[in-house]
């Protein structure tokens, strides 16, 4: 794996744990800021890395996650795997 790629899926991981702290802040606008991340590390993952299921699993899983706190569901986007 490239440095790029290998550096581009550690920020991603980062960013979904950044994520995982905004959900478990029980807030409305943390809850704002957790399903944009999802949806700007799902463009990533989308546009660098087609063919790595484990960072699809991880954002699925964190989506999940999110409909368990907070009830939302964000595969009715038009983004979702």
Same mark, same amino acid.
């Given at each position: 794996?490239?440095?790029?790629?290998? %550096? $581009? $899926?550690? /920020?991603?991981?980062? /960013?979904?744990?950044?994520?995982? %702290? #905004?959900? =478990?802040?029980?807030?409305?606008?943390?809850?704002?800021?957790?399903?944009?991340?999802?949806?700007? =590390? /799902?463009?990533?993952?989308?546009?660098?890395?087609?063919? =790595?299921?484990?960072?699809? %699993? /991880?954002?699925? =899983?964190? $989506?999940?996650?999110?409909?368990?706190? #907070?009830? $939302?569901?964000?595969?009715?986007?038009?983004?979702?795997?």
């Amino acid at each position: 794996m490239p440095f790029f790629s290998r %550096l $581009e $899926e550690m /920020r991603n991981i980062a /960013r979904i744990n950044i994520a995982i %702290l #905004n959900i =478990v802040e029980n807030d409305e606008e943390s809850y704002e800021v957790a399903k944009e991340t999802i949806k700007e =590390v /799902r463009k990533s993952v989308e546009e660098n890395f087609q063919f =790595v299921s484990k960072a699809k %699993l /991880r954002l699925e =899983v964190l $989506e999940d996650f999110l409909w368990v706190i #907070n009830g $939302e569901d964000l595969s009715d986007s038009n983004i979702s795997f």
